[in-house]
């Protein structure tokens, strides 16, 4: 299929034909797409087949590293170099070979900034053979527990764990040292309580979204795209995505289906954040139906009006139709925050302020799960356990008007 075969020894050595080697020594070919593509045997399948694993890179030297790297981690009796592997050396390498063509690029990135801000400087210089529990559990998790939230505690917590198990499978450790580690109780940290809008924040809010000046202009054109999200739900980068075909306003309702994010493009070789549309979600949930209420529907219509370049085109977009970039949404809602007086937050407010209007209508924490796309009730019930709570208070209250 267009794919050029050649030795590992020389990228200028030929290309023509596959050139069959033995198992275990591994093979380079240019793809069609001009990535580089290097290929290894390591073992077979039960239905006689080979089983293979691919490293993939846009640069011949790297990919050839890539598989020279894997095929030291898998030799039954290591070498001194391989003995004396650092953990350091030993993730970094496990999340370039192994894990970068198995995460989304955001997830790739988020793994990085684990490995390289938490991993690497308390526990990297230790020989990975000679990795204990005790290390772990003192020079990692306990030394984060006064810096560090609990979900970035587990974050470092799994991604070492991960690398462990990879190291046994490739017979390059002999015992999982992080089985013998605990985290700290979740209830040992205070969780940063969620903002949302009073009422009376959401009338001055709404008040600027909605400004409009003598000649007729919006002073944001932006302003009811805010609105929508506030009476959707959407995560930032989903609302950036949702294009006019998304949008039923026969039915009241809208189609999920991707999502932006800002990551590194590492396939094109520059370590540069850019951002990428994904069709996969941030979880299966995320991928959902939701019904639009009349404020909703009346934001769209405005929107339109404002700005429209057809079916395909974004709803959110830029006055020349492209597709808006989330720092210029959130550099229009700290605008808007500023003239409305309204202390400074996050967008996410946007969707907590959502949620929290469900609760007070009552609605059942399923439902308001379903909606925001988690990926479990769980989440939902650990984020909005005060409004719960307090709903769960005020349906007892309810008991004394019998």
């Known amino acids: 299929m267009g794919e050029k075969s050649v030795k590992i020894e020389d990228e ?56 020279n790297t894997y095929k030291a981690l898998l030799n039954n009796n290591p070498d001194e170099e391989a003995n004396n592997t650092t953990v350091d050396e030993f993730i970094t390498n496990w999340l370039t ?17 684990t490995i390289n801000d938490n991993i690497v400087p308390t526990i990297g210089y230790h020989k990975l053979s000679e990795l204990t529990a005790q290390q772990i559990q003192e020079e990692l998790i306990n030394s984060m527990r006064d810096k560090y939230s609990y979900s970035t505690i587990k974050k470092a917590y799994n991604a070492i764990n991960a690398c462990c198990k990879y190291a046994i499978s490739i017979r390059r450790m002999n015992y999982n040292p992080v089985s013998a580690v605990s985290l700290p109780s979740v209830h040992q940290f205070e969780r940063k309580p969620i903002r949302w809008f009073s009422d009376d924040e959401i009338m001055r809010f709404k008040e600027q979204c909605t400004f409009i000046y003598k000649n007729g202009k919006f002073r944001y054109p932006l302003g009811y795209g805010m609105i929508f999200i506030m009476n959707t739900g959407l995560r930032l980068g989903e609302a950036l995505a949702i294009k006019w075909g998304n949008v039923d306003f026969e039915k009241k309702q809208l189609s999920v289906e991707s999502n932006v994010v800002m990551a590194v493009d590492r396939k094109s070789g520059k370590k540069k954040r850019v951002q990428i549309n994904q069709d996969f979600l941030k979880t299966k949930s995320s991928k959902r139906i939701i019904p639009l209420n009349n404020t909703a529907i009346g934001a769209l219509t405005q929107i339109k009006k404002i700005r429209y370049f057809g079916e395909k085109s974004y709803i959110l977009c830029t006055e020349t139709g492209t597709q808006n970039k989330p720092r210029n949404f959130c550099r229009t809602f700290e605008e808007i925050l500023k003239r409305a007086e309204i202390e400074k937050c996050g967008i996410h407010t946007l969707r907590h302020t ?49």
Request: with cysteine; net charge positive.
């Open 354 to 402: 959502f949620a929290s209007k469900l609760f007070e209508k009552n609605v059942d924490v399923k439902t308001v799960s379903m909606l925001l796309g988690h990926a479990d009730v769980t989440i939902t019930y650990n984020i909005y356990i005060h409004l719960i709570q307090q709903q769960k208070a005020e349906a007892v209250q309810l008991l004394d008007e019998i």
């Open 12 to 67: 200028n050595e030929s290309k023509k034909g596959y050139h069959r080697k033995s198992n275990g020594e591994g093979s380079i070919f240019q793809r069609s797409d001009g990535r580089w593509c290097a290929k290894i045997q390591i073992g077979t399948l039960e239905n006689g087949k080979p089983k293979l694993k691919f490293f993939y890179s846009m640069k011949y030297k790297t990919v050839k590293d890539k598989l």
């Open 97 to 113: 070979t192994v894990k970068f063509n198995d995460l989304k690029p955001s997830s790739y990135d988020r793994l990085e900034a």
